[in-house]
């Protein structure tokens, strides 16, 4: 996915937080905090053998410090090691009103066409001396794909590039060759 292609999602899936009724809850009190986290891919592919990396963005859009911020649980996988991150649980101490905090979790690929789903993580956080219980967006399956098929995608093509040069060499040489002999034999005559 492109990087404007995942900061327009970024933003239709705070608005939808928004809208739905967990960013408006009239539950939460005034003036408080209002964490919304959202769970995103970093990759454009997963590519076997390769890293994944999983990012987690929140965002306080209360007009309150959220404090203690805490994702006990991310998704573990059997296939999929956790190569760097915290495999149990991270925490943020504060997020101030208006700001945003990522924190990224990379996982070691397996074989090709495994697939395994990033669900929703829950965590917590504190609004003044209450505690809020949330839950991240849910990025859904991940399929992992061979390394050939990354390969034929994203590598340089050295031939199509070097017959590409080749053609266009000859457009521009041969019409110059024949202005030079049309032009030496007029000159001679």
Sequence with gaps: MSFIMQTVLLALGVFA??????????RLEKGGA?????????????????DLTVLYNFYNVGDGIATDIRVESPDTFIDWPLKNGLSTGFQIPFIQPGENVTHAL???LGKVGKTNTLNA????YKNGK???????????????????EYERL?????????LYGACSALIVVLP??????SSSKAKRA
Excluded: H
């Excluded at 993580?121 to 917590?124: K, L, M, N, R, Y």
């Design 17 to 26: 937080c928004m809208v739905s009724g967990q960013g408006l809850d009239s």
């Design 34 to 50: 209002r964490v919304l986290a959202m769970k995103t891919i970093g990759n454009r592919m997963a590519v076997e053998d390769k």
């Design 106 to 108: 990379i996982y070691q």
């Design 121 to 124: 993580t829950d965590f917590t």
């Design 130 to 148: 209450k505690l809020v219980l949330s839950k991240t967006s849910a990025p859904g399956p991940v399929k992992v794909q061979s390394n050939a």
């Design 154 to 162: 994203y590598t340089l093509q050295m031939r199509p590039w070097l």
């Design 176 to 181: 110059y060759l024949g202005f030079q002999s």
